[in-house]
Structure formats: structure tokens, C-alpha cells
């Protein structure tokens, strides 16, 4: 069999994304499938990233009581972003901790309580900025934690908690999928809830 291809060059400018489709044709005259390449962001000089906690999601409550509803009273989402040079690099933190948790994204917290079943919704949609170097340092081995909280509130025994943080590192961090805008999701658990957290990792183009 033979294959032939035709290649050609394109220059994309920092900031920008780029998607390639192929095409294989048959020598008998007929057309292969196209086949679509996975998109990808070409990162500007010290990029800025825009990260934005999007929701709380209650998947599941089974709290005391007969109506197994869970009474949360916080809520919070926090990151810490390192430079690094390489995988072994342990990293130079970039972000000024304002908690034991990393710099604040959201927090939520009130005297009193906000009752969840699923499939409830917390709509927070609140972001902050980082800015990495990737003049110095090596974007690729770039690190960004994401940590997030939940709290039920129990007047009759123990508060209910959970803490979980994913890692994410260079281009693992925007929240695409397939070319799509798919924000990062995990999950907060304890015996009487699960709440999934969605977080939206975005490069601020120039």
C-alpha cells in the first residue's frame, strides 16, 4: 500500500488555539473519514489564569431526621500556583496564602443554614487571577492546586466535613474538553452528603 500526504505549515499567534482536520483518500476514489485532532492553546509569555469556582452540586443527602436533608453553613474554594523549571522542581510559590487552605477563591458561611437535596445547586461564579512566568521557569511543569470545603451543620451530634484538592499541571489546567469549554469537577464526600465541585480554569488572551 501506499500513503502520501501533503503538509503545511500555519503560524498561530500566543493566545491563540488551533484544530486540524484530516482526510484519508483512497486510490480507488474513495474518501476516508475526517478525523478531528484535539485542540490546543499555544500559551502566551507569563500567562494569566483565570480561575473560577462555578457550583456546588448535592448529589447526595442522608442526613438524621426522616427527610435526610443535609443543613450545609459553608462552603469554600481556594488555590495555590507554583513556577517550576522542571518535574523535579518542587516549585516557587506564586500566590500569598491568606488561609491554611491556599488564597481564597469563595468562601460562604452563615449563623444559620441553607437545607440540600439533590440535584440542589450553589451558584457561586466568583474568580480570581494568577499570573505565572514562564520566561524564568517552564510552563509546562507549571503546578495549580484547587482545594475546596463543605461543612453540615448537626445541633445534635457531630458537624459533618469535607476537604478534597486536585492538581493540575501546565496544560492540564484549562478546563477544555474536546475543544470545549468543561469545567474541572470533584467531589466533597462524608457519610451524609457528596457534593460535586466545578471549577473553570481559563488563560486570559492579551
Avoid at 458561611?109 to 474568580?127: I, L, M, Y
Avoid at 448537626?154 to 477544555?176: F, H, K, P, R
Wanted: aromatic residues 12%; hydrophobic residues 35%.
Amino acid at each position: 500500500s501506499t500513503i502520501s500526504a501533503t503538509s503545511s505549515t500555519l503560524t498561530i499567534a500566543e493566545g491563540g488555539t488551533w484544530h486540524v482536520r484530516v482526510q484519508a483518500v483512497s486510490p480507488y476514489g474513495s474518501s476516508g473519514v475526517w478525523s478531528d485532532s484535539d485542540s490546543a492553546f499555544v500559551v502566551p509569555a507569563n500567562p494569566t489564569v483565570l480561575v473560577t469556582a462555578i457550583r456546588f452540586v448535592c448529589e447526595m443527602a442522608d442526613d438524621e431526621g426522616t427527610d435526610n436533608t443535609v443543613d450545609i453553613d459553608r462552603f469554600g474554594v481556594w488555590f495555590n500556583a507554583w513556577n517550576r523549571l522542571d518535574a523535579d522542581d518542587p516549585g516557587t510559590q506564586i500566590n500569598t496564602p491568606d488561609s491554611g487552605n491556599g488564597t481564597t477563591v469563595y468562601w460562604f458561611a452563615t449563623p444559620g443554614e441553607e437545607p440540600f437535596d439533590p440535584p440542589r445547586a450553589w451558584e457561586v461564579n466568583q474568580s480570581v487571577q494568577v499570573a505565572f512566568d514562564s520566561e524564568s521557569y517552564d510552563f509546562n511543569f507549571a503546578k495549580l492546586q484547587l482545594t475546596a470545603y463543605t461543612r453540615d451543620y448537626d445541633t445534635t451530634s457531630s458537624d459533618e466535613e469535607a476537604t478534597a484538592s486536585i492538581e493540575l499541571v501546565g496544560s492540564d489546567m484549562w478546563s477544555w474538553a474536546a475543544g470545549q469549554a468543561s469545567p474541572h469537577t470533584f467531589l466533597l464526600t462524608s457519610a451524609d452528603f457528596r457534593f460535586r465541585v466545578e471549577i473553570s480554569v481559563q488563560p486570559i488572551v492579551p
